[in-house]
């Protein structure tokens, strides 16, 4: 009987227990489906720069906001700006929500940075990712400063998430030779969706998104997919690195033929229009504040001025104004040094040849160059070169030291002797006559 009362007290212990814990197991097997779960998509297409910068912060700002369980960045991008993936690196460790990148097709240079930045990593079967060298705008490998603080950028992405910082530093680094995964030495790694698996850098391998879903524990969660907004994705490509010089070029083209052109027409607009679209793009990216705007009103102000107020240096001001605005507007030094440099040789090239083949009588530069002559219709007489008095024969008025006056058939006129003294009412003979100057010999 003891034996049996024992039987049924730990009987029913094990059903209080059971009674008590099962709402809390309920619980976690309804948010193991995701029910009552919020989870944002956000993706990352294209190249990687200060627009989509912008964007991220919003809708990772709105995620916090709407209280996200979890956030799953879909990545298709061939890599980009190194300081904007610093920065959205910077973002996504600030996170406290979980992150997943989830590569859809290739996280390639800075895109395999921003991945190494969130808490998980899946695979398309057919993505990959690596390949993360520093390359300048004009293709070439970046300079060993820059190449070591992007490798230890990589390394520090990897480590902060558990992952083994080798294969990040290869990614970065061809002279890490790891042949055993296809990168041999000179060669920057790029990992598969098996091989990314195999190192820790990825938990798996799915689809589809809805896979990804039931690997996260979240197939029956409330998504929400975001999306740029269409001045967002105007913004994203105003910003480019090769839109920027061609609209500074345009805008400089522009106004330099309006100065060749008659009243104010198709050129100046096209000028204007290019930096509106240069500041606009800009200031939605987040990059250009009220201080950028202002200085370029102020820059185009002076210029305007320069038309009514002689000395050119209002118009000097004028444009180092201008200038000062798009380096406040611009979010590297180096490469709106590059972008102003070509648009001063769109114009100066334009320059040269308008001024060839139009000249300057037409357009805004005949209200600031003086065009009137002093002629001798108008009342105006110039030195005469009075070559008809070479040989004439006359008489001195005035002693000559060596200058003085003779008279020539009743003309009194100002001369000048070969250098020796002749003194007055001698005969004197002119000799030479170089512009206002005659010259004289005693006879």
Known sequence: MPGKKSTIYILAMMLITIGLFYPDIQK????????DSLVYV??????????????????TGEAIEEGAD???????????RVDSAEAIGKLLQSLEIPTTSYIVSRAYSAGSYLALNTDTIYMNPQATMGASGVITSDGNAADKKAQSA?????????????????????MADPDIDLPEYSAGKGEFLTLGP????????????VNNRVALLHELGLKHATIIESEPTPAEEVARFLTNPVVVPILLSIASLGLIVELYSPGFGVPGIMGLVSLVLFFYGHVVAGLAGMEAIILLIVGLGLIIAEFFVAGGIIGLLGAGAVIGSLFLAGADIAHMSLSIGIAFLVSVIASVILFKTIGMEKGLFRHIILRDSTTTEQGYVSSENRLELIGLEGVTVTPLRPAGTAKFDNEFIDVVSEGSFIQPNQQV?????EGVRVVVREV
């Open 429 to 433: 003979k002119v000799v030479k006559v």
């Open 150 to 170: 992007w490798l230890a950028a990589m390394k520090s992405a990897a480590e902060s998430k558990g992952r083994d910082p080798l294969y990040a530093a290869a």
């Open 70 to 80: 979890h956030i799953i960045f879909e990545i298709d991008t061939p890599g980009g």
């Open 194 to 205: 098996n091989d990314a698996v195999e190192v820790g850098y990825a938990e798996g391998i």
């Open 42 to 59: 956000i993706p990352i297409e294209r190249e990687v720069e200060q627009g989509l910068l912008a964007f991220m912060k919003r809708v």
């Open 28 to 35: 976690q097997a309804v948010f193991a489906d995701g029910e």
